[in-house]
Each structure stands twice: as structure tokens, then as C-alpha cells.
């Protein structure tokens, strides 16, 4: 992966699926291997959080500077695999006065499974400064293989897990997932032509304010179980705060690298039919002066 790839997954965050992670050892930032919880992939509890038309929307800043915004949409549903998807998809765009130092024009889409959330298919355009990219993956779990196109032109296929997650989709799947404090994650993911463990690590319990209102949330930590993706920022850590309710919202993002620090908060909400937004409590509290300090998570 280019550096100019990392940098933009910084500057951008767009969720906790994606890959923007430290590398880790053995001993996981403090959770020993006996404490990890696989996800046993299958159809999660129910009522899922998310639900067609869920749409939220990040101010993204580097320090003290408006870098740009990001968006999460449930966009639709279609067919895939024999199977009824959900149609979920990232973009990310610098803002004008950024792009002089780094345009970012992406999207992410994904098809995710309505019953069992794990990936069917995976299409991914960057546009980051002078580099551009364009992947297509598409996953048979029947036989456990994926096939892949770089630029257009398609790749070796190649064996997978069965229902596994992408890098997007893994961020949805966590969603539905049931943790508390202490508690770590492991998902299995694949990123177009590679497959490791997603661990996802509940720190702590946190009360956090953002441009759309206040809320009680989890703060957890992705990281990767395999190193060698990110070796010159290694050492970068990235945190993510997930409301502690069935609406399992990211609202808050923060990461530290030697370049500088990024934050990434909740716009605006707009819940998928038939699920919960924002209550009038929580927007009344929401953040209007400075970014108040994130405790000991802060970049």
C-alpha cells in the first residue's frame, strides 16, 4: 500500500472499517490472545442497527483545520449472489482550501448480506493528489473464492474464508455486534487481494460531545492482528467512539501520526425507516465552541 493511500485513510477516517490501523504484537495493546472473541459470522441479533436511508455525515479536521467531509449512506438494496444486499457506500471529499495540499476524491461502496452481514461484493475509486485507484472484488461463498479486477483488468482468482467481511462491510458487521468494556472483536477481513483479523478493542466508557449532539458511547480501538501493512506509522493508533445503544453510531474518530493529528466528528444523523435519530436531549447538547478535550484518547 502507497504511502499516499495511509495518508488519506488519516486525513479522511471515514469509518472504524477503515484499514488505518497500528500494527500489533502478541499481547494485542493488552488483551491477551485467550481474551479474543471470533466472531462466529451467522446472522446477528436482531433488529439490525442500520436500515435503508441511514445517512451520516463527518467534519473532518487536521489539528485545528477543516479538512473535509465524509459521508456513511445505506443507499439501497439489490441482488447479489442469490442473495438481498444492502447497498452501503463511504465517499470522502477535502475541502476546497485542503485540496492545495491533498484533493481526495473517494468512494467505497459495498454489498453486504440483509441476513447475515458479511460481503458479497466490494468496489472501491480513489482519487488521492496525483494517485488514483480503482478495485473491484467480488466473493463466492459457496466455494470460498474471490475474484478481482485492478484498473479493469482482472486478476487471479483467489481462496478465501467463507463470509468474510471488506474493509467497509466490516465496519457494519461490528455494528451488530454485542460488546462492553474489556471485550475484543476479531473479524475476518479481506482487502482485494489479502485476508487478516480485524480486532476491534473495547477501551472504556465515555460521555463525548460532536457537532451533532452528546453521547454515551463505547470507545474501542481497531488494530490488525498481522503487522506489514503500515510500517513506517506503525506506531499510529487510531480510536474510535460508538454510542452504547442499539444505534451503535461512530461519532468521533481521533488519531495521532508523525505528520500531525486528525479528528473526525458527527455532523449530522439521519437514521435508515424505522430506526431511532437523534433524540432532542442529545442535540441540545451539542458541541458549539472548540473540540473539547477527548481524555487520554485525544491525538
Given at each position: 500500500?502507497?504511502?499516499?493511500?495511509?495518508?488519506?485513510?488519516?486525513?479522511?477516517?471515514?469509518?472504524?472499517?477503515?484499514?488505518?490501523?497500528?500494527?500489533?504484537?502478541?499481547?494485542?495493546?493488552?488483551?491477551?490472545?485467550?481474551?479474543?472473541?471470533?466472531?462466529?459470522?451467522?446472522?446477528?441479533?436482531?433488529?439490525?442497527?442500520?436500515?435503508?436511508?441511514?445517512?451520516?455525515?463527518?467534519?473532518?479536521?487536521?489539528?485545528?483545520?477543516?479538512?473535509?467531509?465524509?459521508?456513511?449512506?445505506?443507499?439501497?438494496?439489490?441482488?447479489?449472489?442469490?442473495?438481498?444486499?444492502?447497498?452501503?457506500q463511504s465517499s470522502a471529499r477535502s475541502a476546497?482550501?485542503?485540496?492545495?495540499?491533498?484533493?481526495?476524491?473517494?468512494?467505497?461502496?459495498?454489498?453486504?448480506?440483509?441476513?447475515?452481514?458479511?460481503?458479497?461484493?466490494?468496489?472501491?475509486?480513489?482519487?488521492?493528489?496525483?494517485?488514483?485507484?480503482?478495485?473491484?472484488?467480488?466473493?463466492?461463498?459457496?466455494?470460498?473464492?474471490?475474484?478481482?479486477?485492478?484498473?479493469?483488468?482482472?486478476?487471479?482468482?483467489?481462496?478465501?474464508?467463507?463470509?468474510?467481511?471488506?474493509?467497509?462491510?466490516?465496519?457494519?458487521?461490528?455494528?451488530?455486534?454485542?460488546?462492553?468494556?474489556?471485550?475484543?472483536?476479531?473479524?475476518?477481513?479481506?482487502?482485494?487481494?489479502?485476508?487478516?483479523?480485524?480486532?476491534?478493542?473495547?477501551?472504556?466508557?465515555?460521555?463525548?460531545?460532536?457537532?451533532?449532539?452528546?453521547?454515551?458511547?463505547?470507545?474501542?480501538?481497531?488494530?490488525?492482528?498481522?503487522?506489514?501493512?503500515?510500517?513506517?506509522?506503525?506506531?499510529?493508533?487510531?480510536?474510535?467512539?460508538?454510542?452504547?445503544?442499539?444505534?451503535?453510531?461512530?461519532?468521533?474518530?481521533?488519531?495521532?501520526?508523525?505528520?500531525?493529528?486528525?479528528?473526525?466528528?458527527?455532523?449530522?444523523?439521519?437514521?435508515?425507516?424505522?430506526?431511532?435519530?437523534?433524540?432532542?436531549?442529545?442535540?441540545?447538547?451539542?458541541?458549539?465552541?472548540?473540540?473539547?478535550?477527548?481524555?487520554?484518547?485525544?491525538?
Amino acid at each position: 500500500m502507497k504511502v499516499s493511500q495511509f495518508q488519506l485513510m488519516l486525513v479522511l477516517l471515514l469509518c472504524v472499517s477503515k484499514v488505518q490501523f497500528a500494527e500489533v504484537s502478541d499481547e494485542l495493546h493488552g488483551a491477551p490472545a485467550s481474551s479474543i472473541r471470533i466472531d462466529s459470522v451467522g446472522q446477528p441479533p436482531l433488529p439490525l442497527p442500520f436500515a435503508l436511508g441511514e445517512e451520516m455525515i463527518y467534519h473532518v479536521s487536521f489539528g485545528a483545520v477543516p479538512a473535509g467531509k465524509a459521508q456513511l449512506r445505506v443507499i439501497d438494496t439489490a441482488m447479489v449472489n442469490d442473495q438481498w444486499s444492502w447497498v452501503v457506500q463511504s465517499s470522502a471529499r477535502s475541502a476546497k482550501a485542503f485540496d492545495w495540499v491533498f484533493k481526495v476524491r473517494d468512494t467505497i461502496t459495498t454489498w453486504v448480506d440483509m441476513d447475515s452481514v458479511y460481503s458479497h461484493r466490494f468496489h472501491k475509486k480513489l482519487m488521492e493528489g496525483f494517485y488514483q485507484d480503482e478495485k473491484l472484488v467480488k466473493f463466492s461463498p459457496k466455494d470460498s473464492s474471490v475474484r478481482w479486477w485492478d484498473e479493469g483488468k482482472e486478476k487471479d482468482m483467489l481462496k478465501v474464508d467463507p463470509y468474510v467481511q471488506d474493509v467497509l462491510s466490516a465496519g457494519y458487521r461490528t455494528r451488530c455486534l454485542e460488546f462492553d468494556v474489556g471485550d475484543t472483536v476479531a473479524i475476518k477481513t479481506h482487502d482485494v487481494n489479502k485476508t487478516y483479523d480485524l480486532l476491534v478493542i473495547v477501551h472504556s466508557r465515555d460521555t463525548v460531545q460532536t457537532l451533532a449532539g452528546e453521547f454515551d458511547c463505547f470507545v474501542c480501538e481497531p488494530v490488525l492482528k498481522s503487522g506489514g501493512l503500515f510500517k513506517k506509522e506503525g506506531k499510529a493508533r487510531v480510536y474510535v467512539w460508538v454510542t452504547a445503544d442499539e444505534r451503535r453510531i461512530p461519532v468521533v474518530m481521533s488519531s495521532k501520526v508523525s505528520f500531525g493529528s486528525f479528528t473526525v466528528e458527527l455532523e449530522e444523523f439521519r437514521p435508515g425507516i424505522g430506526k431511532l435519530g437523534v433524540s432532542e436531549f442529545e442535540a441540545s447538547r451539542a458541541r458549539k465552541g472548540g473540540r473539547p478535550d477527548l481524555g487520554i484518547y485525544a491525538p
